[in-house]
């Protein structure tokens, strides 16, 4: 089981490379780079996946594929507060 954990993290970081995700840790941002939230998310929606339907090999493919891509348009999903002005 923790096979496809680490699977879809690889799947997720490879995909994420591919897609050009950002390397450097922005922390004044909230664009999305390859390692914060790509691994999170993609660790996250395997756990869902595990509890709600069994871990294999397609889910672990398909969740791979989409956590980097949800972590590339983030910002255009969830747009930032804009405070006064």
């Known amino acids: 089981m923790i096979f496809y954990y680490i699977l879809s993290l690889a799947i997720?970081?490879?995909?994420?490379?591919?897609?050009?995700?950002?390397?450097?840790?922005d922390t004044n941002s909230f664009k999305g780079n390859l390692?914060?939230?790509t691994v999170f998310v993609?660790?996250?929606?395997?756990?869902i996946v595990d509890i709600l339907f069994n871990l294999n090999l397609v889910f672990s493919i398909i969740v791979g594929i989409?956590?980097?891509l949800f972590?590339?348009?983030v910002?255009?999903?969830?747009p930032g507060v804009s405070y006064g002005g």
């Open 12 to 25: 997720s970081l490879v995909v994420g490379f591919i897609i050009r995700l950002p390397l450097k840790i």
């Open 35 to 37: 390692f914060f939230p």
């Open 42 to 47: 993609t660790l996250g929606l395997m756990a």
């Open 66 to 68: 989409l956590s980097p």
């Open 71 to 73: 972590s590339k348009y």
């Open 75 to 78: 910002d255009v999903i969830f």
